[in-house]
Nanobody, 119 residues
Framework: QVQLVESGGGLVQPGGSLRLSCAASGFTFSSYTMIWYRQAPGKGRELVASIIRTGGYTNYADSVKGRFTISRDNAKNTVYLQMNSLKPEDTAVYYC????????????WGQGTQVTVSS
């Protein structure tokens, strides 16, 4: 059974930090590019950060560069999103997405975790 389970969301004050985790099971995690997306109320889904299979290359939305860090541990089948200097506009549901890189693979989505930045 394929699962992507996000955790680590919650309520935090502006300027605070959170670390999101996305634990994968049921597929070959190390062969997938992993992406964090977010969706704020009334807005479309936005790509936040991505990381390739080996972790050797990462990419970030301009809105989070310098504040967020994506990483992965292929031994633990987990991708992380360290979020620092959080702003109210970071409030959203955060989703992880497994993107296939080989023929025959399919992609997967997690259920999302809520991040609320408010004083």
């Amino acid at each position: 059974q394929v699962q992507l389970v996000e955790s680590g969301g919650g309520l935090v004050q502006p300027g605070g930090s959170l670390r999101l985790s996305c634990a994968a099971s049921g597929f070959t995690f190390s062969s997938y590019t992993m992406i964090w997306y977010r969706q704020a109320p009334g807005k479309g889904r936005e790509l936040v950060a991505s990381i390739i299979r080996t972790g050797g290359y990462t990419n970030y939305a301009d809105s989070v560069k310098g504040r967020f860090t994506i990483s992965r541990d292929n031994a633990k089948n987990t991708v992380y999103l360290q979020m620092n200097s959080l702003k109210p506009e970071d409030t959203a549901v955060y989703y992880c997405n497994a993107v296939p890189t080989r023929p025959g693979q399919v992609g997967y989505w997690g259920q999302g975790t809520q991040v609320t930045v408010s004083s």
